[in-house]
């Protein structure tokens, strides 16, 4: 009988925590990724000079949205848990 390697001890082991960062990290790094450039990208634009009102405003919504989708995925996440409705597999 063989042993496991460290490496096959580490997946076993990981923490509930751990499992969700591991689980739903490709999306969340995007819309983190996403809502930095937007924010970069506006503070460029504004030193460079004016910009029109739509792209402002389509900027700043950028800025407010993506933290209520992830707020959103968490709260998805906990209900899902919670009652067991198979929405992440």
């Known amino acids: 009988m063989q042993r496991p390697t460290a490496n096959e001890e ?4 990981r923490s ?14 995007l819309l ?11 503070e460029r634009l504004l030193k ?3 910009i029109d009102q739509l792209a402002d ?3 700043k919504s950028l800025l407010l949205v993506i933290p209520i989708m992830l707020a959103g995925w968490a709260v998805l996440t906990v209900v ?5 409705l198979g929405l992440f597999r």
Not at 10 to 13: F, I, S
Request: glycine share 4%.
């Open 10 to 13: 580490a997946l076993v082991l």
């Open 16 to 29: 509930p925590l751990s499992k969700l960062i591991h689980s739903y990290n490709p999306g969340i790094t």
């Open 32 to 42: 983190v990724v996403l809502w930095t450039a937007a924010f970069a990208l506006r």
């Open 48 to 50: 460079a000079g004016p």
């Open 57 to 59: 405003n389509a900027i």
């Open 80 to 84: 899902d848990r919670r009652y067991r």
